[in-house]
C-alpha cells in the first residue's frame, strides 16, 4: 500500500525533490492507473520526473520521443518486411512440395492463405516502445515526451492507447496490456493538446520551484556546494526570471551553474563570476547583456 | 460528499470550465483514494483532477477559495486569521484575489502580483472608494451615439442578419471612450486575438497540407525512394518525389488610422502581426492624409508600445482629415516601383476622402501591381455612396469589397484571402480544379453589374443577405 508520503520519500531519496503537488499526482496515477499529462517551461524537470520515477520504483522506462509526422509505425507496432521477404525466401522449397500436393490453383490459394497467420503473427512484428511497454512483464512507465511536436493525428492514435491500454492490430486483433504500464506524457505547450486528451489524463503544471525547493535541490545534486552560495545562486536566479528574458533560466540552468561554480571552486557570487560563467545561464545574446546587467546591480557591494 | 462535488463542479462550470462527467468521476475517487488531509491536500487533488489546462487554474482558485469559504465557520479548528479572511471575502465579494496569494499558491503559474500580505481595513476601503469612480460619469456615451448616428445607422431598424448589439467592435469601441482614451490592448484582447488566429490556422493547416503534398509531384527524389523502398526488396512501392521550393505569399496592407476607423485597423494591424511570421510575408502602411511604413516597427516593437507611438501621432498626423487621393499619390511616388512579386493588396478604410480629389486611377496601376485587391471597409452598402464616401468608385478598381465589422469578420476575410493566395500558387491541375468549383459556385449570381447596380436608377441599391457570401 503507497501513500503520497511515500512516494514523495522515494522521490527524494531518488534526488528528485517533490513538491506537494508532484507527489500528490504521482500517487493518484499509480492509484487509479491513469496517464500523467505534465505541461511547463523547458527544463523545470519534467523528463526527469519520469527517469526519477522510474529508477526509483525499479519500473523500467520506455521513452518515445515525439516529433513532427511521427505515427504508428513509429510508436506502436510495425511488420518486418524484410524478415518476411527473407522467410519467404528461404522457405520457398517448403512452399511449393506444400502447394504441389493440391489439385489445382484455387486449392492451392485456399491452402496458402490458411497458413497466412504464419507471416503477420509477433514473430514479424516490430515493437515500437508503446507495444514494448504494454508488452513487458515487469510493470514499466512510458514516458511519451514533447506530444506538443506531433501531430493532431497521432494524439487521436494514442487515445486508445491510453484510456483501455490496448493496440487494436488488424492482422492480430486486439493486444491489451499484460500489466498497466504508468504512463507520463510531457508537453512544453508549443500547442494546444486536444481536450480529449486531457480528459483522459490527470493535469500537473510544474512551474518554476520555490526558493528553499530550488536550494534543496541544488544541495542534493551538488552536496560540496556550500549552502551560502546556493542560496546566493537560487536568489539570483529567482530575480533574472523576472527580468522578462527570452529564455529565462530554468533548473536545467540552475544545476548546470551550481556544476560550473563548484568545478571553478567559488565561494561567493560577484558580478566578475557571473560574468564570465553567465553562458551558463541564459542562452541568447539579448539575455547576455540584461543578466550581466542585474550582476552589476545585485552583487556589487 | 459526492453532492458537495458535484456542486463544487457546477460552480467551475459556471465560471466557464469545461469538465465532463468522467472528469467529476475522477475526482470523486481520488479524494476517496488519498485520505482527506485539509484544505491544501483536497484542493491539490481536486485541481489535478478536474483542471486540464494553465489557463483554468486561477479560475479554479478562486472559485474553490469562493465555494469553500461558506463551509469554512463550522470548522471547529480553524484558526483565527482564516476566519477574518472569510469574513473580509464575504463582505467584498470582488477582493477575492487579494487573499489569494496569500496562502500556499506560490508555485501558480502565471502572472502573480506581488501584493503586501498586510492590508488593513483602512486600506480595503480606500481600494473600493478607488473603484467607485463610475465610468458612466464620463461622456462615453455621447461619443458612442455619435458613433451609431455616423454610421448612418440610427434611421433603419437593426437587420437581423447583423447582430450588432453583440458585436464585438462596437463594444470595444463603447469600452475605449469611458476609459478615456484607451489605446492598448488588454491581455484579454491579445489572448483573444490569438484564439482566432489559432483557430484560423487549424482551419487552414489541413487544406495547406493536402495542398502541399499535391504540389510535391516534382521530379524523383531517387535516393529517398530507393531508402524507402529497401524493405520491399528495391521494389519501389512507394515514390518519393521532389518538393518544390516556395515562396511565403506577400501581403501588402494600407491601414487607416484616423479617428472613423482606428479600432478596425488597430485589430487588422495585430491580426497581421500574429500571422506575419508564421504564414506571410507583410508589408504594412497606416496611413492619415500622410503615409507611412510601419514592417519593421510591427516586427521590432512590442504591439501595444506601436500602438501608443501611432496614437500619438509620431507616425503619421492624426488631426488631419484623412484623404484618399493624397495617400494613393503618394504610395506612387514612393512604394510602387519597390513592390516585389505580385502581392495581394488589402486596403483597410472608409473610403471618405473628405471631398479631396479622388485620384482614383492610381488605383489602376496598383491593379497592375497587385495579384489581388482587397478592399474592407466597416459601413454598409446603403452608405457606400453617401457624402464624401467614394467606395463605389474606388470599388470597382478592386477584385472585392468586404463589410467587416468584428474580428471574426475579419479572420474569416483574411482567411478566405489566404485560401486563394495559396490556390493561386497551386499546382496546375489543381488550379484548375479550383477555379471550376469557384466558378460553379459563383455561377448562382452574376456579380459583373454589381458596381452599377442602384447608382444608374434612383431606386435603392437591392440586398440580399443570402447573395453577400459570394461577392
Known amino acids: ?301 | 460528499m459526492e453532492r458537495i462535488i458535484t456542486r463544487f463542479v457546477a460552480a467551475l462550470r459556471e465560471s466557464g470550465i469545461r469538465i465532463s462527467p468522467g472528469e467529476t468521476l475522477d475526482a470523486v475517487q481520488a479524494l476517496a483514494l488519498a485520505k482527506m488531509e485539509g484544505r491544501k491536500a483536497s484542493r491539490l487533488l481536486l485541481r489535478l483532477t478536474l483542471i486540464k489546462n494553465v489557463n483554468d487554474i486561477p479560475t479554479f482558485n478562486e472559485v474553490f477559495n469562493c465555494f469553500f469559504n461558506r463551509f469554512q465557520c463550522v470548522e471547529p479548528d480553524a484558526d483565527l486569521p482564516a476566519l477574518m479572511d472569510a469574513a473580509i471575502n464575504d463582505m467584498d465579494g470582488e477582493f477575492t484575489y487579494l487573499n489569494e496569494h496569500r496562502d500556499d499558491d506560490h508555485e501558480e503559474p502565471g502572472p502573480l502580483i506581488k501584493l503586501d500580505s498586510e492590508i488593513s481595513p483602512e486600506d480595503l476601503a480606500e481600494l473600493k472608494s478607488l473603484a467607485e469612480i463610475d465610468p458612466d460619469d464620463s461622456d462615453g456615451t455621447e461619443i458612442v451615439m455619435q458613433m451609431k448616428g455616423y454610421r448612418g445607422k440610427a434611421k433603419k431598424p437593426p437587420r437581423p442578419t447583423r447582430r450588432y448589439t453583440q458585436n464585438p467592435l462596437t463594444i470595444e469601441l463603447n469600452k475605449s471612450n469611458s476609459y478615456g482614451h484607451r489605446v492598448t490592448f488588454t491581455p484579454e484582447e491579445q489572448a483573444a486575438m490569438q484564439d482566432v488566429v489559432s483557430k484560423m490556422m487549424l482551419r487552414l493547416r489541413k487544406d495547406m497540407r493536402r495542398m502541399k503534398t499535391n504540389q510535391n509531384r516534382g521530379k524523383l527524389h531517387v535516393m529517398k525512394t530507393i531508402q524507402k523502398n529497401y524493405r520491399h526488396d528495391m521494389v519501389p512501392f512507394q515514390v518519393i518525389l521532389r518538393r518544390k521550393r516556395r515562396e511565403k505569399p506577400r501581403l501588402v496592407v494600407l491601414c487607416d488610422v484616423s479617428f472613423s476607423v482606428s479600432h478596425a485597423s488597430r485589430f487588422m494591424l495585430l491580426l497581421l502581426h500574429t500571422l506575419h511570421n508564421q504564414l506571410l510575408d507583410v508589408r504594412s502602411f497606416i496611413y492619415n492624409r500622410d503615409l507611412a511604413e510601419i514592417t519593421e516597427m510591427l516586427a521590432n516593437m512590442p504591439v501595444n508600445d506601436l500602438m501608443e507611438t501611432i496614437d500619438h501621432g509620431d507616425i503619421v498626423d492624426l488631426d488631419e482629415n484623412s484623404s484618399f487621393g493624397q495617400v494613393f499619390l503618394k504610395f506612387k511616388k514612393d512604394y510602387l516601383e519597390n513592390l516585389r512579386g505580385r502581392p495581394a493588396f488589402i486596403i483597410l478604410g472608409d473610403a471618405r476622402n473628405n471631398y479631396d480629389e479622388a485620384n482614383d486611377w492610381v488605383l489602376d496601376e496598383i491593379r497592375e501591381k497587385a495579384r489581388y485587391m482587397l478592399w474592407l471597409t466597416p459601413e454598409d452598402r446603403e452608405t457606400w455612396s453617401r457624402g464624401d464616401c467614394l467606395m463605389d468608385i474606388y470599388g470597382s478598381y478592386c477584385d472585392k469589397v468586404e463589410v467587416v465589422k468584428t474580428v471574426d469578420d475579419l479572420s474569416l476575410v483574411v482567411e478566405d484571402l489566404l485560401r486563394d493566395i495559396y490556390a493561386d500558387q497551386a499546382h496546375p491541375i489543381d488550379r484548375k480544379l479550383l477555379r471550376e468549383a469557384k466558378a460553379a459556385e459563383a455561377k448562382s449570381y452574376d456579380s459583373s453589374d454589381y458596381y452599377r447596380r442602384g447608382t444608374n436608377n434612383d431606386s435603392e441599391p437591392v440586398f440580399d443577405p443570402e447573395g453577400r457570401k459570394h461577392w
Open chain 1, 1 to 301: 500500500m503507497i501513500t503520497q508520503q511515500a512516494v514523495s520519500d522515494f522521490l527524494n531519496a531518488g534526488g528528485y525533490i517533490a513538491d506537494e503537488a508532484i507527489a500528490t499526482a504521482v500517487f493518484l496515477a499509480i492509484r487509479m492507473e491513469k496517464p500523467i499529462l505534465i505541461e511547463g517551461p523547458p527544463g523545470v524537470g519534467k523528463t526527469g520526473l519520469a527517469k526519477a520515477l522510474s529508477a526509483a520504483l525499479d519500473f523500467p522506462l520506455v521513452r518515445l520521443q515525439c516529433y513532427e509526422g511521427i505515427d504508428e509505425g513509429k510508436a506502436l507496432y510495425d511488420w518486418e518486411y524484410g524478415k518476411q521477404l527473407l522467410y519467404t525466401q528461404l522457405l520457398r522449397t517448403q512452399l511449393d512440395n506444400y502447394i504441389s500436393v493440391s489439385a489445382d490453383l484455387r486449392e492451392a490459394v485456399d491452402r496458402l492463405s490458411a497458413e497466412e497467420s504464419l507471416f503477420f503473427s509477433k514473430n514479424f512484428l516490430v515493437q515500437r516502445p508503446i507495444l514494448r511497454s504494454f508488452l513487458s512483464e515487469k510493470r514499466s512507465l512510458l514516458l511519451i515526451d514533447e506530444i506538443d511536436r506531433s501531430d493532431d493525428e497521432f494524439e487521436a492514435l494514442l487515445l486508445e492507447c491510453l484510456s483501455d491500454f490496448q493496440i487494436s492490430i488488424p492482422e492480430l486483433g486486439v493486444i491489451e496490456a499484460k500489466r498497466k504500464p504508468l504512463v507520463i506524457l510531457t508537453s512544453n505547450g508549443t500547442r494546444m493538446i486536444s481536450d480529449a486528451l486531457r480528459r483522459r489524463c490527470l493535469y500537473l503544471y510544474i512551474g518554476y520551484p520555490e526558493l528553499e525547493r530550488e536550494v534543496a535541490i541544488v544541495r542534493v545534486r551538488f552536496p560540496e556546494l556550500c549552502e551560502d552560495l546556493a542560496r546566493q545562486m537560487v536568489e539570483f536566479l529567482r530575480k533574472a526570471r523576472e527580468l522578462n528574458l527570452r529564455k529565462p533560466p530554468s533548473i536545467s540552468e540552475t544545476l548546470d551553474w551550481a556544476h560550473v561554480l563548484t568545478i571553478l571552486k567559488a565561494t561567493e557570487l560577484t558580478p566578475e563570476v557571473v560574468a564570465s560563467t553567465v553562458g551558463v545561464i541564459s542562452k541568447h545574446q539579448t539575455d547576455l547583456q540584461k543578466v550581466t546587467e542585474l550582476a552589476e546591480q545585485e552583487l556589487a557591494s
